[in-house]
């Protein structure tokens, strides 16, 4: 089966740079995505990885280490906005079937 | 814009009763899902679809079932609602083979409460 670990929480100033790592298990691995929801919303795409390396959208980043199985997500320039839950999710198997992992819950202070 | 839509947005219902929950999708994706997440914490696959005709129990045990008769609906049912089934429902689309296929399009979701 498929397992995904991240930390459960993450305390940023605004304005600084904070990474959120995620490691995971599974067969059949084809790419590592990133998705963000606000308390009470639906998540939103942030960010997909295939190959090893960083990905860059604008103040955000993420990278993919496949021979370690481990990827993080990036947040540059922090907003009070960017407070959120911040999911990994990989795409694994004959059909790409995705598994979420459990959650990063993102808190910006002032 | 990803247009994808999910009724009711609330729903209090109870024990015993038979429910839908319905999902639909205007961008022609191929791929639908059902996840269940309660507040604060992951999400559990438990219901997706390929195409039409086509569906696949997930990861995680549920008493439901859906159907995919047409490629932009998706409905769950609920043929006994329980008070452990009270949760926020949400559906989600992908699109076909290639670059846009990892990206899942999500719903607003359903929550529901059964008493």
């Known amino acids: 089966g498929q397992s995904l670990e991240q930390p459960s929480e993450v305390t940023a100033v605004e304005g600084a740079i904070v990474q959120i790592n995620c490691t995971y298990q599974t067969s059949g691995f084809y790419g590592l995505s990133w998705y963000q929801q606000h308390d009470g919303g639906a998540p939103t795409f942030l960010s997909y990885?295939?190959?090893?390396g960083l990905e860059e959208t604008g103040r955000f980043s993420s990278f993919l280490s496949r021979s370690d199985s481990y990827g993080y997500l990036l947040l540059q320039e922090l907003q009070m906005k960017d407070s959120a839950s911040y999911f990994c999710?990989?795409?694994?198997?004959?059909?790409?079937?995705?598994?979420f992992g459990t959650g990063t819950k993102l808190q910006v202070i002032p | 814009e990803a247009d994808i839509y999910q009724t009711p947005r609330y729903l209090v219902i109870g024990t015993g009763k038979k429910i839908t929950l319905e999902c639909s999708q205007t961008?022609?994706?191929?791929?639908m899902y059902w996840y269940q997440q309660d507040p604060g914490m992951e999400l559990h696959l438990i219901h997706y679809?390929?195409?039409?005709?086509?569906?696949e129990k997930g990861d995680l045990s549920s008493e439901s079932t859906v159907s995919r008769i047409r490629t932009e609906h998706f409905p769950l049912t609920l043929e006994s609602a329980r008070p452990s089934h009270t949760s926020q429902y949400l559906c989600a689309s992908s699109g076909l083979a290639g670059d846009a296929e990892y990206e899942q399009y999500f719903g607003p979701g359903t929550r529901l409460t059964v008493t």
């Open positions: 990885n295939a190959l090893d």
């Open positions: 999710a990989v795409n694994s198997g004959g059909y790409q079937k995705v598994t």
């Open positions: 679809s390929y195409g039409v005709n086509s569906t």
């Open positions: 961008m022609g994706h191929d791929k």
